[in-house]
């Protein structure tokens, strides 16, 4: 038996040796059975245990190696294994990478290299040149067919080019619009480039259509930061760009050295004019802030004497004062440094040391708020008499002309002008002995004919005979077509007088003119025998130089307050004197009791007419239309034009009663119609117009003339409406009318933005009695109006451009909708879904992109989606409506034609277009079963389909009769009241239709 001490070494060995609990167990219950046994063998046993013990140990910790040994190789190799795959995908990383790398580098290799050229090539290149060089060398390195330079103008609707290299040959300039082309937009600062398929975005330019353009890439020119662009370049081809960034890229690079030689190119031409305008006939002279001189023109240094070279430097007060100065030299010097301008008569000195009278002005020029220079430019009325510069001018002479540049300078009218000259004259220089009598003769608008215009001591025989003097007739028509003085010492001595009985006298016959043109003549009597001198003649040269001066001023202050309240183009009063004249006749129709009457016209379908022959043929049209109106009427009546083709006649006092004022406005207003429906010859064409007019009668009641203009102006557009070329007077209900068109327009804004409207369906059944397809309509679910009828809003919405987001919702709802049914499963048999597009959606520049991305965001099926157009929208642009619905087309979308046969009369368009389908319009069903007519225009239609291989649906079917009889003409789908009325588009998947017979 083994001792305590023993047994627990034991147990203390085998627990520090980390033996498991069952070795351990084997050896507590073995140590007992020795104890108990106190065999002999006690030790033997003892190292049996020990060795049993330690060999158990070595076989379990053996094993844990192992499956340790084990456990690290496998999660070594899984990391190698992960390890190998980041190592290889970083080969691949950085592969790709490498080669973008070098692509790029390539890239910018050949930029460089096309900068290079063309830097070189432009390097020697100012002015026209350099532009030319430009795109004759981008056109080259590129290998582009077109390459130009352009720039804005003074409309902001035109580019004119600077350059052009079109196929490698520089052509000559060109202007042209900027409308519906890339141009437009380049010009806002955008940069522009389409690789491809140009036409599909601009496809109502005509320069591309006509160069048939496929790629284009532009780029604005600036001046500078923050201002508009001042130009543009850009490059087309007839190609597709290969590398279009590269292009747009090269082209910002040298943008701004464009731009920067465009406006040195500006400069330089402006610097020209501005020379060229320095050396006028006025003295100009040029001071810095201390008034000393800088620069003086030729014309200072041929009136003053003085060279350039003396006076650089010098003051110019020096020449200012002096003693005739003294009293205006204090208040000339008070207006230029407080207002900054001065202008009036100055005495100074030639350099010969002669006084003379000269007329001028001076400025300051600002520079930052304060002064830095000076111009001073002055007339020398005495510069036609440099043949008299040796002899000294009288006191007096100089005091008539001074007094007739006053009267010259004082605003007033032309004819009160002319008999202040007169009376001037006439007693100012007694020396020339004239008597107190003269005339003056103005020449008549687009005549070769004087009109006496103001006169002196001529009694009513005189004045009867000279009221109109031919050119050529008498001394005064000589003196108008020879443009030089007549002269006669005696009337006796005279041939061809108007007038020959009167007492003897001599005659002065001055023609006064302006660049080079006679205006008029001033006639000055004689005393018997007055010697012809030629310095008399001289300084009446001088006179009617300033007469003549004095007519163009108040000529031109009378054209601007013509201007003011006349129309530019036909010369017609405008809507200013228009509203003056309706209030005199409206105090005149309360003061008298008289009727009068506006005519309010329009005429019809201008716009197109406008566009298609141009501007120019559409102001001839206008101009000639203003002189029908004009012959329409008397002359106490006022034709006026408002805006574009707008006209308004006032016709006044037309009668005291109400019913004889109706009848002879209306048989005026069919007078005009008549008048203007005779056709326009311009150009070597005639040209067919109608108009439409609204009456509205001044009775003396308490509307004023904005109202009256107003009412008129709605009975017009009633009249439009109802189809033109017709005569309309205004009603009240007209105006409640209009209001309530204005009331929905804005209530429409409000239910586009919170999407008020409701999307009807009206199914189409096939012969079966099976659903094929169906039509989405539009309505208006107003929050207070409940539902409101389309024909309500839709014409509104077409006018003020609202349709297009209309339009677009129901687009996209419609799609969405059937997407839904069909992800539930519901209206598997539709065929397709119908959605119709409004003119104004369809010539949208975008409508391809748009239908594109409906589709794509609603996930609908493009083969399922039926568009329904108009026959007018087709026709009015042919050419956009091909390439347009070709390219819907090709992607699966197809065409119907509504309401066919009541539009365009040629058929050869159905050829031309990508068209599915024909739906025969309701006018046509609706007496199918009693007309005739009716009858054998749907049998065409369906002939018609059943040729082409087009579907065909029939509208407006509402009786059995008329479904019958369709089927027995070979149509077999069917749309209707007969078959259902439009559903709230939920009820759709709910419909059963009936089978027909």
């Known amino acids: 038996m083994l001792p305590d001490s023993v047994g627990a070494f034991m147990v203390k060995g085998l627990a520090n040796s980390h033996v498991t609990p069952i070795a351990l167990t084997s050896v507590v219950s073995l140590s007992t059975r020795c104890q108990a046994s106190e065999n002999s063998q006690l030790l033997d046993a003892r190292e049996m245990i020990v060795h049993s013990m330690l060999t158990y140990d070595l076989l379990i910790i053996f094993g844990f190696i192992v499956l340790a040994f084990l456990w690290i190789k496998r999660r070594n190799n899984r990391r190698l294994q992960q390890f190998r795959q980041r190592v290889e995908q970083e080969k691949e990383h950085l592969h790709q990478e490498n080669e973008r790398i070098k692509y790029q580098l390539q890239e910018r290799q050949h930029l460089e290299k096309l900068q290079q050229k063309v830097t070189s090539a432009l390097a020697t290149k100012t002015g026209e040149k350099f532009f030319q060089q430009l795109c004759k060398t981008l056109a080259e390195e590129l290998q582009v067919d077109f390459v130009y330079v352009a720039r804005t103008t003074d409309d902001p609707a035109i580019i004119e080019s600077v350059a052009i290299c079109d196929h490698h040959k520089i052509t000559d300039p060109l202007q042209h619009g900027i409308a519906n082309s890339p141009c437009a937009e380049i010009l806002r600062g955008e940069q522009i480039l389409h690789s491809e398929s140009l036409a599909t975005f601009y496809p109502d330019s005509a320069l591309i259509r006509d160069h048939h353009w496929v790629s284009y890439a532009g780029v604005p020119l600036f001046q500078s930061e923050n201002t508009p662009p001042v130009g543009l370049v850009a490059v087309m081809d007839t190609s597709p760009f290969l590398n279009g960034d590269n292009i747009l890229y090269l082209l910002n690079m040298f943008a701004n050295r464009i731009a920067s030689e465009m406006m040195r190119l500006r400069t ?172 003056i003769f103005l020449v008549g608008k687009h005549e070769h004919a004087l009109h006496l215009t103001a006169s002196r001591g001529f009694n009513p025989d005189q004045t009867r005979m000279c009221r109109v003097v031919k050119f050529g007739q008498c001394m005064c028509g000589k003196a108008a077509q020879n443009q030089t003085i007549t002269y006669c010492d005696e009337t006796s001595h005279c041939q061809d007088l108007l007038i020959n009985q009167q007492f003897d006298h001599g005659h002065y016959v001055v023609p006064v003119t302006q660049n080079g043109d006679i205006v008029g003549v001033l006639l000055l009597f004689l005393n018997p025998g007055h010697p012809r001198s030629y310095t008399e003649e001289q300084y009446l040269y ?272 419609a799609c969405s909708l059937y997407c839904h049914w069909q992800a539930q499963d519901l209206l598997r048999e539709l065929d397709s879904i119908s959605v119709n597009i409004s003119p104004q959606l369809f010539h949208q520049n975008d409508f391809v992109t748009l239908v594109e991305s409906v589709l794509q965001r609603t996930k609908m099926p493009a083969d399922k989606l039926m568009l329904e157009l108009t026959e007018g929208i087709l026709i009015k642009d042919m050419t956009g409506a091909i390439g347009k619905m070709d390219k819907l087309h090709r992607q699966g979308i197809r065409f119907s034609i509504d309401d066919f046969g009541t539009g365009y009369s040629s058929m050869s368009y159905l050829k031309r277009l990508s068209i599915d389908e024909l739906k025969i319009d309701q006018s046509f069903i609706r007496d199918l079963t009693a007309s005739r007519q009716d009858s054998a225009i749907v049998e065409t239609i369906i002939t018609l389909a059943e040729q082409l291989d087009l579907s065909l649906v029939s509208e407006g079917v509402e009786t059995a009769e008329q479904r019958d009889l369709l089927f027995q003409k070979g149509c077999r789908i069917f749309q209707g009241y007969f078959f259902s009325r439009p559903l709230p588009a939920e009820e759709l998947p709910n419909y059963r239709p009936t089978p027909t017979s």
């Open 268 to 439: 330089e031409n402006e610097m020209k004019l501005l020379a060229t305008t320095f050396e006028t006939h006025e003295a100009i002279a040029i001071l810095d802030q201390k008034m000393h001189y800088l620069r003086v023109n030729t014309s200072f240094t041929e009136i003053t004497g003085y060279q350039q070279a003396d006076l650089i430097g010098k003051s110019a007060t020096a020449q200012w004062k002096n003693e005739a100065n003294e009293e205006q030299f204090e208040e000339m010097y008070q207006q230029l440094f407080s207002k900054g301008h001065w202008q009036g008569e100055l005495w100074r000195k030639r350099s010969n040391g002669r006084m003379f009278l000269q007329w001028g002005a001076i400025t300051a020029v600002y520079h930052h708020g304060k002064i830095s220079h000076f111009v001073e430019s002055f007339l020398d009325f005495t510069q036609q008499q440099k043949q008299l510069d040796k002899i000294e001018r009288t006191a007096a002479e100089e005091q008539s002309i001074s007094q007739l540049l006053r009267i010259s300078l004082r605003p007033t009218n032309l004819v009160d002008y002319l008999n202040e000259v007169l009376d001037c004259l006439l007693v100012a220089i007694p020396w020339l002995n004239i008597q107190k009598k003269g005339a």
């Open 542 to 813: 001088r006179l009617a130089d300033i007469l003549s001066m004095g007519i163009s001023r108040r000529n031109h202050q009378e054209h601007i307050e013509f201007l003011a309240y006349h129309d530019v183009l036909t010369d017609l009063p405008n809507r200013r004197l228009l509203m003056d004249r309706i209030n005199q006749e409206i105090a005149a129709g309360q003061r008298l009791g008289t009727i009068g009457a506006i005519l309010y016209l329009d005429l019809d379908r201008f716009k197109n007419t406008n566009d298609a022959l141009g501007h120019y043929i559409g102001d001839q049209v206008l101009k000639e239309t203003a002189h029908r109106l004009s012959q329409s009427v008397t002359s106490s009546d006022i034709v006026t034009r408002l805006s574009s083709d707008e006209f308004v006649i006032l016709l006044s006092a037309l009668t005291t009663d109400l019913h004889q004022a109706e009848e002879k406005s209306a048989d005026i207003a069919q007078k005009i119609i008549d008048q203007i429906r005779l056709p326009y010859n311009l150009s070597g064409r005639d040209i067919s117009l109608t108009c439409s007019i609204g009456i509205a009668l001044l009775h003396g009641d308490d509307n004023d003339s904005s109202d009256l203009l107003r009412f008129a102006d709605t009975a017009m557009h009633y009249a439009k409406a109802e189809g033109g070329n017709m005569i309309s007077f205004f009603h009240p209900f007209m105006q409640s009318k209009a209001e309530q068109r204005l009331i929905i327009e804005r209530e429409l804004n409000i239910a586009i933005e919170e999407r008020q409207f409701q999307l009807q369906c009206q199914p189409q059944v096939d012969n079966l009695g099976r659903i094929r397809g169906t039509e989405f309509l539009v309505r208006w679910l107003h929050p207070e109006k409940g539902l409101i009828s389309p024909a309500d809003f839709i014409p509104i919405a077409e006018e003020t451009g609202q349709i297009r987001a209309i339009d677009t919702w129901v687009l996209e709802t």
